[in-house]
Nanobody, 125 residues
Framework: QVQLVESGGGLVQDGGSLRLSCAASGRTISSHAMGWFRQALGKGREFVASISRSGGVRNYADAVKGRFTISRDNAKNSVYLQMNSLKLEDTAVYYC??????????????????WGQGTQVTVSS
């Protein structure tokens, strides 16, 4: 079992930046591809970014490409999401996820074995 706990969410102005963190416990994440998803109020959950076990492969949703960066530190059992140039439409609950399959599978079909509880990101004008 892997427990995932997100942190770093909050209120930020349009154009600002936030860095989300996801701390894992229970098992090492080095055997898992990791990712971030988000869900805005009244909408379905959507893929944001994923990263392979080694960190060598990263996938991004078109909506965040060029603004968000996913990274991981296997020694700290953590994954991060640096969010720059935030827009109002980025407002959502952001979830960390882990999968034993692949970063590509996570992006393609939301294949995830573990989910965090989510952290709220609110972008204001």
């Amino acid at each position: 079992q892997v427990q995932l706990v997100e942190s770093g969410g909050g209120l930020v102005q349009d154009g600002g930046s936030l860095r989300l963190s996801c701390a894992a416990s229970g098992r090492t994440i080095s055997s898992h591809a990791m990712g971030w998803f988000r869900q805005a109020l009244g909408k379905g959950r959507e893929f944001v970014a994923s990263i392979s076990r080694s960190g060598g492969v990263r996938n991004y949703a078109d909506a965040v490409k060029g603004r968000f960066t996913i990274s991981r530190d296997n020694a700290k059992n953590s994954v991060y999401l640096q969010m720059n140039s935030l827009k109002l439409e980025d407002t959502a609950v952001y979830y960390c996820a882990a999968t034993l399959t692949s970063a590509a599978a996570m992006a393609r079909s939301f294949e995830c074995d573990y989910w965090g509880q989510g952290t709220q990101v609110t972008v204001s004008s």
